[in-house]
C-alpha cells in the first residue's frame, strides 16, 4: 500500500517569523506520515512546507483545511445526480452570501441526505488557488482536500465531537455539519448551533489545553492524550463521511495534472496534430514520425481519456484535428491553440523559462513556468505589453528561490 503523506494547512495570512515569511514553502507546517489506512500510529512533525513536499514523491496527498475557512449548509435542489445538484446548489445559496457567488468554490457530498438537500462545503475561490499552487507549482496533485470538521469521527450515538486545541475549537455536529471558533467562543457557538436542547459533547483534547470543560454544564466525556490535533484529523478521517473539495473546477486541474503528466511524451510525439511541438523541446518532424508508429497504442489510450466520447478511434489525427478545432472556435473567437500560438511567440522573448505544466479553461490557458530568475518573467510580460500575440497576459502567482522561481501565468485573448 502506497503510504499517505497528511498535511494540516496553515493560515498563510499570519507571519510565520519577525520578518515574515518570503515564500509560502517557508512556512511550517504539521504533518505525518503513515503506511495503513486507516492508521494504526499517526507521528506528527512539523517542518516548513518546502522540506515536506521535498518528501511527497508517490505518495497519496491528504489535505486538511482549518475548519474556520469552510462553511458547511445544506442546499435543496430539485436535482437527484450529483453532476447537476453541483451547478444548481451555487444559485439555490447566494441569499446566504454577501460575497458575490462566482467568488466561492461550492463542493457536494456524493449523496444527497433522506430528506432529498445536498450537503454542501463553501470556501473562497482564492482560499483553494492559495492552498493548492505550492503543489502546483512542483506537479505534485494532492488526493483530496478535506475540511477539518469533517475529518473528526462521527458516531450516531446523539454525541458531538469536539477537538480543543490551544485556543481553538472544531466542532462536528453532525455527519456533514460543524463549525470552528475560538476557544473562549465555544459556549456562545453551541448555543446558537443546538437550538432548544443541550448536546453531549465527546471532547479529543491535545497537549496544551488547560480548559475546564466541565464548566460547559453539559454532558461531556473527555478523552485527553492527543499530541497533536493533526493525529486526531489522520486518524479519524473517513472518505465516506466527508466532502473532498476538490470537484469542479479544482478536480479538473487534477485530473488535468495527471493526464499532463501521462501525455508529456505522447503529446510531444503528436506536436504536429495538437500543434504543441511548439513549447517542446525541438524535436524534429523525422524524429516524430519514426516514433509515431510505436507509440500508437498508448496514444489511442491517451485519447479516449481525454475525450470520452470518441471511443470509436477511425483516424486518431482528423479526430484529434477536430476536437482541437472544436477548441479554438470560442465566442472570443480564440481558443486553445491560438493562445498556444500566442505562448509560443512569447517564449522566443523569454527563452530561459520552461514549461511545467498547462491548463486550458474558461476560454483561457494557465501556464506553471520555472526559471532562473524573474527577469524572463519581465521580457515576457514587456512581450505581451507591446501587443504582440494578440493575448492579454496575467500573472497570478511569481515565486523566488534558491531552486530558481515558479512562476503562474493567465494567458487570454487580447
Known sequence: MRETLHIRLPDWNQPQSEGGATSVESFVVAYAITSTEPPVSVLVRQAPLGEVLDQ?????IRLYAPAQDVRLLTAAVPAKQANKAAMAVPYALEDQFAEDVETLHFAIAGLPQPNGEWPVAVVADQHMRDWLSPFNARGLVPDALIPE?????????????????????????????GFGCLEEDLELFLGLAEGDSKQALRILITQGVDADFTK?????????????????????YRAAQSINLLQ???????AMAREWQAWKLPTALLAGVFALAVIGNGVTALALKSQVAAQEKANEERF???FPAEQRIVNL?????????????GARGAGLLSLIDAFAGGLKAAPTLQVEGMQYREGALFLSL??????ALDQLKTHFANGH???????????????????RIKLSPA
Open 56 to 60: 511527497a514523491s508517490g505518495k497519496i
Open 149 to 177: 470538521t469533517l475529518a473528526l469521527p462521527w458516531r450516531e450515538d446523539g454525541r458531538w465531537t469536539v477537538l480543543a486545541e490551544p485556543g481553538h475549537i472544531t466542532v462536528r455536529t453532525g455527519p456533514t455539519s
Open 216 to 236: 460547559l454544564e453539559r454532558d461531556v466525556e473527555l478523552l485527553p492524550g492527543l499530541s497533536h490535533p493533526l493525529e486526531a484529523l489522520a486518524r479519524h
Open 248 to 254: 469542479g473546477a479544482f478536480a479538473l486541474r487534477r
Open 304 to 306: 479516449r481519456a481525454l
Open 317 to 329: 489525427r482528423v479526430q484529434a484535428e477536430q476536437q482541437f478545432t472544436a477548441l479554438q472556435g
Open 370 to 375: 520555472s526559471g532562473t530568475d524573474l527577469s
Open 389 to 407: 500575440g494578440g493575448a492579454k497576459l496575467d500573472v497570478q502567482s511569481a515565486n523566488s528561490g534558491d531552486g530558481g522561481v515558479q512562476v
